[in-house]
């Protein structure tokens, strides 16, 4: 069977789709492993949390991804600064998250989530921005 170009063009999206959620996988899995390592030498830190989101409404704006790679949640409360003791690790949380591009955070948990790392896992579920 002769190979046309369509075929080739086929096979080549496949591939990238195939090797697309490999990697998606492994750059999950690789991110916990990260995360785990840093909040467990902080047995303080109980839990952070990060939110990303595409608002349904932004009045008259085109309505993109937001995500802030500082926690909008630490220790199951809402604060915008970590207590000192907390500080360096949560820093070192930032540091890790904000290096990695949105498209591959929305590729890996898609476009509303809210990521909560606590000393045991980091886990994934819907977010609802309220808007």
Known sequence: MKKTNLNIFKKDIDLYNRSKKQLTKK?????????LDIIKTCPELKSVSWAGYVPSFN???????????SPYRINDEYEETPEPKLEPTVDKL?????????SILRDCYGD??????????LSHEY???GY
């Open 127 to 129: 977010y609802d921005c």
């Open 27 to 35: 750059v999950k899995d690789n991110l916990e492993k990260v995360l």
């Open 112 to 121: 509303n989530f809210e990521l909560t790392l606590t000393q045991n896992k």
């Open 59 to 69: 009045d008259g704006d085109p309505c993109e991804f937001i995500f802030n790679s």
């Open 94 to 102: 930032i540091n890790i998250i904000s290096q990695i591009p949105e």
